[in-house]
T-cell receptor, first 113, second 111 residues
Framework: DVKVTQSSRYLVKRTGEKVFLECVQDMDHENMFWYRQDPGLGLRLIYFSYDVKMKEKGDIPEGYSVSREKKERFSLILESASTNQTSMYLC????????????FGPGTRLTVT | DAKTTQPNSMESNEEEPVHLPCNHSTISGTDYIHWYRQLPSQGPEYVIHGLTSNVNNRMASLAIAEDRKSSTLILHRATLRDAAVYYCILCKETSGSRLTFGEGTQLTVNP
């Protein structure tokens, strides 16, 4: 069974804290993505990565950074969390062989107080 | 980027067919039509995709209009587990292609 896992289902952080969201896939996929999902706005792409140590900005990268040191792991970093970053964060991955099928993790509900 | 338009919500009865429409009048020749769905408290999952011809798989069928300006996702016999938000997305089939999710259609299945 293919699997994308995220480090936490629920997370509560304070304004100004540095936050790490971890995503791991066990399918040897080349491509990984971070989205956030908000009511009325749908899913929006934050960052993506085509390969280890490579990253590309998505539609809303401001306030976020990413790290991909190993193929299976893609981390989303909030350098200084703010209340407007309260959201559901979803990680996904695809392979180059089957690029149209993104596999999503269960999501992390982040609340910044 | 070409956009899609879907109804906000639809209702169906269990074991009846469901036709979920999607309009994409500005679709380009290289855009594939993808459908994903998101069950409650889960991440989205791939359902089906196509370019020009109708497509079938174990989950659903995809009917694409001849001019490609609209498509319909068909669930042949809806079950309660099919209650979800269904997203119609246009995407170029290249490695690592980005998906732009709209608001989708909330499907309610009545027992």
């Amino acid at each position: 069974d293919v699997k994308v896992t995220q480090s936490s289902r629920y997370l509560v952080k304070r304004t100004g804290e540095k936050v790490f969201l971890e995503c791991v896939q066990d399918m040897d996929h080349e491509n990984m993505f971070w989205y956030r999902q908000d009511p009325g706005l749908g899913l929006r792409l934050i960052y993506f990565s085509y390969d280890v140590k490579m990253k590309e900005k998505g539609d809303i990268p401001e306030g976020y950074s990413v790290s991909r040191e190993k193929k299976e792991r893609f981390s989303l970093i909030l350098e200084s969390a703010s209340t407007n970053q309260t959201s559901m964060y979803l990680c996904a991955s695809t392979s180059d062989r089957v690029p149209y099928e993104q596999y999503f993790g269960p999501g992390t509900r982040l609340t910044v107080t | 980027d070409a956009k899609t338009t879907q109804p906000n919500s639809m209702e169906s009865n269990e074991e009846e067919p469901v036709h979920l429409p999607c309009n994409h009048s500005t679709i380009s020749g290289t855009d594939y039509i993808h459908w994903y769905r998101q069950l409650p408290s889960q991440g989205p999952e791939y359902v089906i995709h196509g370019l020009t011809s109708n497509v079938n798989n174990r989950m659903a069928s995809l009917a694409i209009a001849e001019d490609r300006k609209s498509s319909t996702l068909i669930l042949h016999r809806a079950t309660l587990r099919d209650a979800a938000v269904y997203y119609c997305i246009l995407c170029k089939e290249t490695s690592g292609s980005r998906l732009t999710f709209g608001e989708g259609t909330q499907l309610t299945v009545n027992p």
